[in-house]
């Protein structure tokens, strides 16, 4: 059984750019949550997919979107870039909307 | 939504036993409560998860009390392999699937 997987593990943009991350999620999970983490802070919640559909959104503007795949993967689109986008962006799986979560190893990304 | 409040840090000293409280006044009906341990560079990983009175699996123990408006992780007989950040996770389908985390509680455990 593979473990939850994010790609690419690092990347720097410029600012006003797009940026598309990846994840693939545990086996037998179908919800997959993303959350952004500033260097010394807690996890911060940007929104979570179940079954393909947005299940909760945290307080990120329209600019973070993303997507659910049929095989549960996702993504997560970041629009204009900004220097405050600068953090390591984690996504976790879970076999439903509310169990454990398996976080990836995250995608540090760097504005510039 | 609700909100946590953990300690912003806490020693110890290897063979103790910790417990990390965590105040979530605000919790809704239906929110759990989760506890996961970070080290640095690695995302989270999940320690346990309630909903009221005590949990226990083969690292911890949760103690929720009857009102939820706190919760306690105990980790008994820590190692210095236990030091890390340990956060407090609220959320459920009452607080629109916001999943709420605590700013994190680093733990240093000494020899």
């Known amino acids: 059984e593979t473990g939850v997987t994010q790609s690419p593990t690092h990347l720097i943009k410029t600012r006003g750019q797009q940026v598309t991350l990846r994840c693939s999620s545990q086996?037998?999970?179908?919800?997959v949550s993303w959350y952004q983490q500033a260097l010394g802070q807690g996890p911060q919640f940007i929104f979570q997919y179940y079954r393909e559909e947005e299940n909760g959104r945290g307080n990120f503007p329209p600019r973070f979107s993303g997507l659910q795949f049929p095989n549960y993967s996702s993504e997560l689109n970041v629009n204009a870039l900004e220097l405050d986008d600068s953090a390591l962006y984690l996504c976790a799986s879970s076999r439903d909307r509310f169990y454990e979560q398996y976080f990836g190893p995250g995608t540090r990304l760097t504005v510039t | 939504l609700a909100k946590t409040t953990q300690p912003i840090s806490m020693d110890s000293y290897e063979g103790q036993e910790v417990n990390i409280t965590c105040s979530h006044n605000n919790i809704a009906t239906n929110d759990y409560i989760t506890w996961y341990q970070q080290f640095p560079s690695q995302g989270p990983r999940f320690i346990i998860q309630g909903y009221k009175t005590k949990v226990t699996n083969e690292v911890a123990s949760l103690f929720i009390p009857a009102d939820r408006k706190s919760s306690t992780l105990s980790l008994p007989r820590v190692s210095l392999s236990d030091t890390a950040v340990y956060y407090c996770l609220v959320g459920g389908m009452d607080s629109n699937y916001q999943l709420i985390w605590g700013a994190g509680t680093k733990l240093i455990i000494k020899p």
């Open positions: 086996s037998g999970h179908n919800t």
